[in-house]
């Protein structure tokens, strides 16, 4: 146990449709890392938030969207989904900047 | 960042030192040099990272080079286990992990 929690796990959903990934980062870490793998490529980074605020971003499509909340966990959405967004999504904590913690990841299937 | 070059992939038989090399000749001077590794699709697993001296832990050495434009990862006794794809990553502190293709390492019997 990494202790960066991400749920659910394994997702399944249709085409068109919303779902939203959370992830609980270790305890004491500010940062939060959102990271998508799909098959043929490797880790993209999305998004990064600090405390609450954005901080960082990446390839992120305009369909997705994430959120820190006041006790820090964080929520990735993703909206209007396509096929080509099926992939691993990662989160990932870290204190200052130092050591970055990988959560288990969600695995997303769109049908 | 940095962009770092690492050899596609590599062998290692079981038992011996896997030395897993990294170039990352445009490093500047506050970024750090990270290693994580991936077991097939499990979360990335944190190793070893430094600034500019070598490093050891239970896992892992990292040798950096004096000039800092390249290092090696260590794993002094390959298992099975360590059989993963593994990044090298340079980045500054508190900046996102870019993560590139990777060395993908295969431990044999």
């Known amino acids: 146990d990494s202790g960066v929690t991400q749920t659910p796990k394994h997702l399944i959903t249709a085409t068109g449709q919303r779902v939203t990934l959370r992830c609980s980062p270790r305890?004491?870490?500010?940062?939060v890392y959102w990271y998508q793998q799909s098959l043929d490529q490797g880790l993209q980074f999305l998004i990064q938030y600090y405390n609450g605020e954005e901080r960082a971003k990446g390839n992120i499509l305009e369909r997705f969207s994430a959120q820190q909340f006041p006790d820090l966990h964080s929520e990735l959405n993703l909206s209007s989904l396509e096929l080509g967004d099926s992939a691993l999504y990662f989160c990932?904590?870290?204190?200052?900047?130092?050591?970055?913690?990988f959560g288990s990841g969600t695995r997303l299937t769109v049908v | 960042d940095a962009k770092t070059t690492q050899p596609p992939s590599m062998d290692c038989a079981e038992g011996r030192a896997a030395n897993l090399p990294c170039n990352h000749s445009?490093?500047?001077?506050?970024?750090?040099v990270y290693w994580y590794r991936q077991i097939h699709s499990q979360g990335p697993q944190y190793i070893i990272h430094g600034l500019k001296n070598n490093e050891t832990n239970e896992m892992a050495s990292l040798i950096i080079t004096e000039d800092r434009k390249s290092s090696t990862l260590i794993l002094p006794h390959a298992t099975l286990r360590d059989t993963a794809v593994y990044y090298c990553?340079?980045?500054?502190?508190?900046?996102?992990?870019?993560f590139g293709t990777g060395t993908r390492l295969q431990v044999t019997l």
């Open positions: 990553i340079v980045t500054g502190t508190a900046s996102k992990l870019t």
């Open positions: 305890s004491g870490d500010l940062s």
């Open positions: 990932a904590s870290s204190v200052g900047g130092v050591g970055y913690t």
């Open positions: 445009t490093i500047s001077g506050n970024e750090y």
